[in-house]
């Protein structure tokens, strides 16, 4: 607690300063150039806490335009971190301030390290594969499911007596091999493993496969009235099949999924290591003594 008093107290003092002497050029004798120091520093930190919140942000937006908007205010911060710290640089050099030199370098090596992998992360994280596969899986996938189902809904059979029971069978049958790759969907939406998702594809190919075996069925019993709906069933399966593969090519891309765990996992520890050297590097600045600049 007394750190950041004494850190307070020496923001506080340069601020009073500056304005008492009216300076608004550049930092010239020790004193103002430590005060200077001091408030780069603490924008530092400012700017580089901005940067990662934003990231963080870009990850987890529900929409494009959100997680662009994060990600380009992501990239602000971070340049005017890497402005504040070529501007710091110097400055320390200057004041012939060692440890603070070595703080400042390590920061800029964790940093560098940093901005490579949040490149990265924010560049998966506004293709939103994820989220879009999840949309149309809730949407058009939705949509062609129902369209199936409805149509089945409506055939009638050649010999009522003896097929009606028999239609209804094997309908549902259909119906239920389509509703099941839809709960499919989700769980390969979310999942990182590609092994995970073959076998995921593999029962959904499964699944299509009971419900055109189905379908070949009904178009035995089915009575020619009602012949159209029988096709439209099929146009609705064929629309539903494509739907299904654009959500699988979108959920394999996992842009969101891997985005998120790069952000949890990787980024994190850089985060934590490039705020460990920025709070040593204020803790140090503000050790300095003012009567040794004079």
């Known amino acids: 607690m007394w750190r950041l008093a004494k850190i307070a107290s020496g923001c506080s003092l340069a601020i009073a300063l500056m304005t008492a002497t009216g300076c608004t050029g550049p930092p010239e004798t020790p004193l103002e150039r430590l ?21 963080n942000r870009a990850v987890m937006a529900d929409t494009d335009e959100a997680s662009k908007a994060f990600a380009h205010e992501a990239e602000q911060a971070t340049q005017a971190v890497d402005k504040a710290a070529s501007t710091l640089a110097p400055m320390l050099s200057g004041l012939g301030y060692a440890e603070e030199t070595g703080l400042l370098e390590e920061f800029k090596s964790r940093f560098g390290e940093y ?52 239609m209804k069978a094997l309908a ?22 590609d092994a995970a998702m073959t076998r995921l594809e593999q029962r959904m190919a499964t699944e299509e496969g009971s419900a055109r075996s189905a379908l070949a069925n009904l178009g035995t019993i089915t009575e020619p009235g009602s012949r159209p709906k029988l096709a439209e069933a099929t146009a609705a399966l064929d629309r539903f099949k494509d739907l299904n593969a654009q959500i699988i090519a979108l959920s394999r891309r996992n842009t969101n999924v891997r985005s998120l765990a790069l952000a949890l996992g990787q980024k994190r520890t850089l985060s934590a290591a490039c705020e460990d050297r920025l709070h040593a590097l204020q803790a140090a600045l503000a050790n300095r003594d003012f009567r040794a600049t004079r």
């Not at 005060?35 to 990231?55: C, G, P, V, W, Y």
């Not at 549902?172 to 493993?193: C, F, G, K, M, N």
């Open 35 to 55: 005060i200077e120091s001091r408030r780069l520093a603490a924008d530092l930190l400012i700017q580089f806490t901005k940067a990662a919140d934003a990231s």
């Open 115 to 166: 901005r490579t992998l949040d490149r990265n992360v924010l560049e998966l994280a506004v293709e939103n594969t994820n989220l879009k596969a999840q949309r149309m899986s809730f949407g058009p996938a939705q949509e062609a499911a129902d369209a199936f189902r409805d149509s089945l809904a409506a055939l009638a059979p050649v010999d009522p007596v003896k097929d009606t029971w028999r």
């Open 172 to 193: 549902a049958s259909a119906i239920a091999a389509v509703r099941e790759i839809q709960v499919l969907q989700a769980p390969h939406i979310a999942e990182a493993d």
